[in-house]
């Protein structure tokens, strides 16, 4: 390898560069956070106030308000005053722990109770004591490497020999994802039948269900569940023409019955009180043996017959022949019918008669939504209590812990469990808790304290191994304790030891954080440490695609310029003066140039790597550097880098080999870290990790389109393994114009904990605000490095299989090269034995992890959760939108596997099966012919709807492929609150606003019957914000919003609204802004205009409407899941 080879690369590095004007850099939002204060800890009591950061995004976010910085080798002094605490000596230097008790020790090591020295209080150090690290990585680059790699210095003009003994990474099998695979047969065995197939029941009536009412909540012990599901009170029909819901009884508020000693059935009393929300379909009268109209009065929404014993009912009819429509409202008339059933709707000699479903008259998400937000939003959420179902994720809440976790941290499907397998097995009713470890809480809530136990480290289970939790038991005068977990008995300890008062409660125990709270961390010691030694704090390594595409697009010298201020921003630990982590730089095409960024040159060297096929880093000193100390070096060569390659031709690039580079750069360093990959193509290069394109559209709706979600070769799967057992996370910034194969080049970031970003046909005046907060926003949050997650439960339930971007060498470590704030594992519980009523069901999430300053700790959550031997306390304590979540993740892991109608039909018919069994065994059985869905579940239909006429699982043309295999893996780690926005989307009438207050306008359901043509709505998913405009919006409007007269002139290029100074203008931006901030992406913006082409894309997220790739509209999907579960009881 020459100079001469890399001519076309630019100039040679280091000459002097014309100077160039970089683009305006947009002004860059926020400050540095001033350190946190510690406050003393006295439990569990309110009034801690936390100088936490406003709302949403930060500049930084790493541990802020931690605590004081604790030095590694912690000792006396580096514990804050005030806080309580087993005072340690300082740790011996040598002498590590035993091997097997080294690495993983975590959830399998011993527990070191070893002699204290002292039992006395002990203090954190003042918030201001600066942190020191244990020592500088930069010495720790081992020795050169052994074979020999002719490299390229451009910047000397010498040509450098270096060595390699980089391994290539271990052939051999690719490893898969652990317990990822569904079990085919169990999941798809269900009986599924197109309900084509057989005559359609009578004609079901919705009635409405009573609101959930909800008590003073903070501390109501037990009477925390929902009340029985009743039938309400069979409503006096709506006067007119189902304009609206009836009026709606106001019972917010109102007492909840007591808990009854027995299964209660909430169909039994019919008198309860009338209300909106139908959750509760029942029959009219049987059609008629003809096929046709019904013989009685037309059903037509309110107007049909009453059914024999109700009085009349909004519903609607059912074709003898099983077809039946909606023909309510202006919905265009599609020809797919309901997917999975190609003759619906289209049998021949029977044709239709109007029918309608009023869809005011079914469960409408919007005023569940509304009613939860009324109810439970006013009173802070007090965790006190076991098995509580906390307030939706859509309503605003504060938290107090009080010993269970934040619903933050910890969803649960259900807070009542069954108590045994059979009763599981019977409801259908997924086992699944949604574990989001490193949650960013509001800043009116207390981040988990940090306990220092010293050189013993946290006090553990003997047996389970399981953490000081408050529900561990203290005996024998307060020497043992009983596990909660597992029931053996341990000794506490020596320098543990406390007093137990007359109720058998510690004297300490408001003092102790794992004794009183649901959350809290411990400082992990060195037996919890790789290698047994100290980790070193974690490095970003940024790595930018220099290929023609990249450069012409103007990605380059963006990518450039932002990182020059953005790496003031990395994450700090509390109060650091500065980022502990260091920075490195590379740039790519089919070669590999890695940059000496050393305080002490002069200029930037660059070093060119082009063997790619056993890649390894050219130079060890130098490569990694403390950013304020090399800032000149790094700002030079930031700005020399757009020039250098401003005239490549090259149009190819390596992919597997970056990432290479990145890992063995941080094995040389010893440390965990980050590489962010700025990529713009399919990686057709000659290098190992190669692509083929093999995008084929033809095998949607095959047995093959499994394939398409599949890496393509196994080879990054084993490249992914590798980054994890070295603590590499790979972000992942795309930026393609045509097929790159985000199934294949997504496994490493995804195995690996990190985050994919996609910017199809990227335009710097389009996309660069979006990129950019995307990128301001992943480098800066809040992560931990190196994480091990564990969950352990009571005796009689164990978790067996996990969701999420993570890696499993075993079937109970979930491993994370990178766990950032934003990123959820769901994970689902079996039983293993009997579970009881008394003792209820325990969860402890253990996260093992390294902070951005490098610091080891353990963040703990535990969550206490009843158990029933009914099923109607199952049903009363069910969380939808979590379920949703679950059923998501499963069904888009199922796509791996299975053809995905079979993934379609095995989510029907699971929640058929629920739906029914809730039926069966706790509803009304008097009420034979109507469809009861249980309060806590009656957005089940709708939500499941949405998830069915997904992109993933029901594609339109319009979809490609790699989007599809994005949207698969960006869901598997969103949390509840992601998922809700994403399958339903929040739809806004802006013109509804009111100019004059902070709140948004009430939101309307997702239909197109719901839009106005004189309005403005704003409609957002997490990933896209749209503004519909009706045609018929007034010109003053339109005026102020987009600053033209006419509807012809709005421009649907626009990506952001114009700044106007009106209040109409500031009001519309300031919801967009705050919309923005919610969300862990920037979204995009998209303006539609009523009957623009682009209606169509807009049209694709109303989800209550029959979609243009077939899915069905709620009203028919509704229908279609009452003829399930009948065909289930019958
Ligand atoms: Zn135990």
Redesign the pocket.
């Known amino acids: 390898m020459s100079v001469n080879q890399q001519a076309h690369t630019g100039p040679p590095y280091g000459q002097p560069q014309p100077g160039y004007q970089g683009y305006q850099q947009p002004a860059y939002g926020g400050q540095p956070l001033p350190g946190e204060q510690y406050g003393a800890y006295n439990g569990p009591m309110p009034g801690y106030q936390q100088p936490g950061p406003p709302q949403g995004y930060f500049p930084s976010l790493g541990f802020p308000s931690k605590g004081s910085p604790v030095s590694i080798n912690s000792d006396t002094s580096s514990l804050p005053p005030n806080f309580i605490g087993s005072l340690r000596a300082p740790p011996t230097t040598g002498a590590p722990p035993p091997a097997s008790g080294a690495y993983n020790q975590f959830g399998h090591g011993d527990v070191q109770n070893g002699i204290p020295t002292s039992a006395a209080p002990v203090q954190r150090p003042p918030a201001s004591q600066p942190f020191l690290p244990r020592s500088a990585p930069s010495q720790q680059y081992g020795p050169p490497p052994a074979s020999v790699q002719q490299l390229t210095n451009h910047m000397a003009g010498m040509t450098i020999v270096s060595t390699t003994a980089s391994a290539p990474p271990p052939a051999g099998l690719g490893y898969g994802p652990p317990t990822s695979a569904p079990p085919v047969s169990e999941t798809f065995s269900a009986p599924y039948t197109p309900y084509t197939a057989s005559p359609g029941p009578p004609p079901t009536t919705v009635f409405q269900g009573p609101p959930l009412a909800q008590p003073p909540f903070p501390a109501q012990p037990m009477s925390m569940q929902r009340p029985p599901t009743q039938v309400p009170g069979f409503a006096p029909p709506p006067p007119s023409t189902g304009l609206g819901p009836s009026p709606y009884p106001p019972p917010a508020g109102a007492p909840r019955p007591p808990p009854m000693p027995g299964p209660p059935l909430p169909g039994q009393s019919l008198a309860g009180p009338s209300a909106s929300q139908p959750n509760h379909v029942s029959s009219p009268p049987p059609p008629s043996p003809m096929a046709g109209p019904h013989p009685g009065p037309p059903m037509g929404g309110l107007h049909g017959p009453p059914p024999p014993t109700h009085p009349p009912q909004p519903g609607y009819q059912i074709q003898q022949n099983g077809s039946f429509e909606q023909v309510r409202g202006p919905q265009p008339n599609y020809p797919g019918a309901y997917p999975g059933a190609p003759n619906y709707g289209s049998q021949p000699g029977a044709p239709p008669p109007p029918k309608r479903l009023d869809p005011d008259s079914i469960p409408s998400p919007i005023q569940v939504i509304e009613d939860d937000r009324n109810n439970r939003g006013s009173e802070p959420f007090v965790t006190g209590v076991r098995g509580q179902v906390p307030p939706l994720v859509t309503t605003n809440f504060l938290v107090k812990d009080q010993g269970n976790a934040s619903p933050r941290y910890i969803r649960c499907t259900s807070y009542n469990i069954p108590c045994t397998s059979d009763m599981a097995k019977q409801s259908q009713v997924p086992l699944a808790a949604v574990i989001k470890p490193l949650a960013t809480l509001p800043p009116e809530e207390n981040l988990p304290y940090l306990v220092d136990h010293g050189e013993s480290g946290p006090v553990r ?1 003997n ?4 953490y000081m939790c408050p529900f561990m038991q203290f005996i024998e005068g307060g020497r043992r304790f009983q ?1 909660c ?4 008995v341990t000794e506490v300890p020596p320098q543990y030891f406390q007093h137990l008062d007359h109720t058998g409660k510690r004297v300490d125990f408001y003092d102790r954080p794992e004794l009183s709270l649901g959350s809290y961390e411990f400082l992990a010691t060195v037996d919890y440490c790789k290698n047994n030694k100290f980790p070193s704090p974690p490095a970003f390594i940024f790595m930018i695609d220099v290929s023609y595409n990249a450069v012409k697009s103007g990605l380059v010298r963006l990518i450039c310029e932002e990182l020059k201020s953005l790496l003031d921003y990395l994450p700090r630990e509390g109060n650091m003066e500065e980022s502990a982590i260091r920075v490195g730089f590379v740039t790519y095409n089919k070669v590999l140039h890695f940059y000496n960024v050393k305080s002490s040159l002069a200029q930037p060297q660059m070093m060119v790597v082009s063997d790619v096929a056993d890649m390894f880093v050219p130079l060890l000193d130098g490569f990694l550097v403390n950013v304020n100390e090399s800032r000149t070096v790094i700002t030079s060569l930031l700005d020399q880098i757009p020039e250098m390659f401003a005239d490549t031709r090259e149009t190819e690039t390596v992919f597997a080999p970056v990432i290479q580079a990145g890992l063995e750069a941080l094995k040389a360093a010893e440390c965990a870290g980050k590489l962010f990959i700025f990529h713009t193509s399919l990686p057709i290069a000659e290098a190992p990790g190669k692509l083929k394109n093999r995008d084929d559209k033809k095998l949607i709706n095959t047995d093959k389109e499994k394939t398409l979600f599949q890496p393509q070769t196994s080879f990054y799967n084993n490249l992914a393994k590798d980054c994890v057992a070295q603590g590499c996370c790979v972000d992942l910034f795309l930026f393609p114009n045509q097929y790159l194969d985000v199934a294949t080049l997504g496994v490493v970031p995804y195995q690996t904990g990190g985050s994919i970003y996609k910017y199809a046909y990227f335009q710097l005046e389009t996309d660069q605000d979006r990129f950019l907060n995307d990128l301001r926003r992943d480098v800066q949050k809040e992560v931990g490095f190196d994480a091990v997650m564990r969950v352990r439960t009571s005796t009689g339930i164990r978790a067996t299989d996990f969701f999420g971007a993570f890696y499993m060498s075993n079937t109970t470590d979930v491993e994370m090269a990178g766990l950032d704030c934003d990123k959820t594992i769901t994970v689902e519980f079996k039983h293993d034995d009997k579970l009881s009523e008394d003792s209820g069901a325990l969860l402890q999430c253990a996260l093992l992890y390294t902070s951005c300053a490098g610091q080891r700790r353990l963040r703990i959550h535990n969550l206490s959760l009843n158990c029933c031997t009914q099923l109607a306390d199952l049903y009363r304590n069910c969380e939808t939108d979590t379920l949703i979540n679950y059923l998501a993740k499963y069904a888009y892991r199922g796509v791996l596997s299975s053809p995905v109608k079979a993934v379609r039909d095995a989510l029907i018919s699971q929640c058929a099966q629920i739906l029914a069994c809730y039926r069966k065994n706790c509803a009304s059985p008097s009420s034979a012919g109507q469809l009861i869905l249980p309060e806590c579940m009656k957005l089940l239909p709708v939500y499941l709807n949405c998830v069915l006429k997904s992109d993933v699982l029901q594609p339109g043309p319009e979809v490609t492929t790699d989007d599809r295999a994005y949207i698969r893996q960006l869901v598997t780690s969103m949390d509840v609150a992601e998922t809700n926005v994403f399958f339903y989307p929040r739809l806004l009438p802006l013109t509804k606003a009111d100019v004059d207050s902070d709140s948004l306008p009430a939101a309307i359901r997702n239909s197109e019957e719901r839009l106005c043509k004189g309005d403005i709505y704003l409609l957002e998913n997490g990933l896209n914000i749209f503004v519909w405009v009706g045609v018929n919006v007034q010109q003053g409007l339109l005026q102020n919003l987009f600053g033209v007269s006419s509807f012809n002139q709005i421009s649907n290029a626009l990506n952001a609204l114009p700044v106007l100074e009106n209040p109409f203008s500031r009001k519309v931006r300031s919801i967009v802004d705050m919309l923005q901030v919610q969300r862990s992406r920037y979204m995009k913006l998209i303006i539609v205009k009523q009957e623009d082409k682009l209606e169509m894309l807009f049209k694709h997220f109303l989800v209550e409407d029959k979609s243009l790739n077939g899915g069905a509209s709620y009203v028919d999907f509704l229908c279609h899941m009452h003829k399930e579960i009948r065909q289930l009881l019958s």
């Not at 047996?463 to 399981?466: F, G, I, T």
């Open positions: 289970c047996r389970c191994k399981a596990c977990f597992c029931s053996c």
